[in-house]
């Protein structure tokens, strides 16, 4: 297992979906893509390479994806202009997740607010402010949770929104995190998600870590574990939250809070207030991701940032036959009436108290 090339991480873990070199000059990210087989992490060293990174998903999830967009800023902080540049660039990466914008947001406000022969410093304290703030917020919405997590339960997770979804400990799964360490017996479902396999590879892979009971099933069998009657409740993270209540969050989310309303079980979401959007009316507002056809019609991690993961010869392999089209959105939007409570770190709410935490 490697080490995390960082003395001083600010995850919390021993090891961390993204922090910024002490010099201030690498984004050092986990490769997200190769768990659970290998634990690699990359230096990134411009801000171009930042946003390939967010776009190829090296680095994914919404909270991670604002903490690497903060720290790929300092990459730029040698002028208002560059600065302005780069987020441009950074923005377009992936246009779901609020958190993204909501942090080079927070950054170009306080790069405006400062001397240029201060802007590097400052913007990395920023940064680090940010990331640090996450890992608080995760904990204490997190204890939140817990509070309403029976001693026992199965819970039902759908992709992953934990320590490598965020700059640590986690959203969906810091509430199990917290239940746990309240002495609560808990097994985790987790849905396996496809195309893109976040909770079979992901949220496995730090559950088990964690010593936390897991097991990975198929996206299409949640069904039948409801009708069995061994979902105690589900709780997910989000991209973003409207402020009707509507919100965003990994294909097939709607698909598992439609069950849970069926079978009269609780959906919890856990998020930190900046996945909270409020200029957002309602989920219909949310932009939604499309993704590439291969991530669907080929065999996952086959083929990845050109190079080549598969054991076949060509490196790739199609199952759908050739000619056909493919849907791929990557995040769909539960109407707020689905949802039994928002987990922040503001305080629970239920969707049409969202506006309060304001
Ligand atoms: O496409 P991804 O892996 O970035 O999607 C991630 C999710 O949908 C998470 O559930 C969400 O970002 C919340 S992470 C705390």
Redesign the pocket.
């Known amino acids: 297992m490697a080490a995390l090339p960082h003395p001083e991480p600010l995850s919390g873990e021993s090891y961390s979906a993204v922090e910024l070199s002490l010099a201030n000059d690498e984004v050092i990210l986990l490769e997200q893509r190769r768990l659970p087989r290998e634990e690699l992490y990359v230096r990134l060293r411009s801000v171009e390479q930042v946003a390939e990174a967010i776009t190829t ?1 090296v680095v ?6 604002g903490i690497t967009a903060a720290y790929g800023l300092v990459l730029a902080a040698s002028s208002l202009a560059q600065l302005e540049s780069a987020a441009a660039r950074l923005r377009q990466t ?1 246009p ?2 609020v ?1 993204l914008a909501w942090a080079l947001e927070r950054m170009l406000a306080r790069a405006r607010g400062t001397a240029a022969s201060e802007l590097l410093p400052a913007l990395a304290e920023e940064a680090r402010a940010i990331h640090r703030e996450d890992v608080a917020a995760c904990r204490r919405m997190g204890a939140h949770g817990a509070e309403l997590v029976p001693d026992g339960a199965t819970i039902l997770t ?5 320590a490598l ?2 700059g640590g400990y ?3 799964l810091g509430v199990i995190r917290a239940a746990r360490d309240m002495g609560k017996r808990v097994r985790v479902l987790a849905d396996e ?1 496809r195309p ?1 396999l ?1 909770g079979a590879r992901l949220t496995a892979w730090e559950l088990h870590r964690s010593g936390i009971p897991v097991e990975v099933i198929c996206d299409n069998s949640s069904g039948y574990w409801f009708g069995r009657g061994e979902i105690t409740l589900t709780v ?4 973003r939250i409207a402020a009707n209540g509507d919100f ?3 294909i097939g ?1 709607y698909t598992v809070a439609c069950l849970s309303h069926l079978h009269g079980r609780p959906m919890y979401v ?2 930190p207030w900046s ?1 909270v959007d409020l200029a957002c009316a309602r989920g219909a507002d949310i932009p939604i ?1 499309f ?1 590439p056809a291969s991530e669907i019609t080929d065999i996952p991690f086959t083929e990845q940032a050109g190079e080549k993961m598969a054991s076949t010869p060509a490196g790739r392999q199609r199952w759908v036959p050739e000619g056909v089209g493919v849907l791929n959105p ?2 769909d939007v539960t109407p707020a009436p689905y949802v039994t409570r928002f987990f922040t770190e503001r305080g629970t709410f239920r969707p049409d108290e969202l506006r309060s935490g304001a």
């Open positions: 998903m994914r999830g919404a909270p991670a994806i992936r779901t997740a958190n759908h992709c992953n929104a934990g979804a965020t986690g959203t969906a998600t893109y976040q997910v993270g989000a991209d965003a969050n990994k989310t856990a998020a996945t991701e993704r990557a995040f």
